[in-house]
């Protein structure tokens, strides 16, 4: 079953893009997710300044 998510305070750093939402639990998640072309790159982290250094660090492996 998959859950509606509702991004909030979504940001751009590069190519890589940072929001907040509610997991299915009702716990606070950010995620970090790159938007160039097959790169693939999108993972979940508990605080805000993980995800955001994620996307500041993240490099595309794909060119």
Known sequence: MTT???F?????????QVAT???GRGREKHTAAC???RC????DY???AAAELAART???AVR
């Open 46 to 48: 508990d605080s805000r």
């Open 35 to 37: 938007t160039a072309p």
């Open 21 to 23: 939402y509610y997991d």
């Open 8 to 16: 909030r305070r979504v940001v751009r750093i590069g190519p890589v």
């Open 40 to 43: 693939g790159f999108a993972t």
């Open 4 to 6: 509606n998510r509702r």
């Open 58 to 60: 993240h490099r595309c």
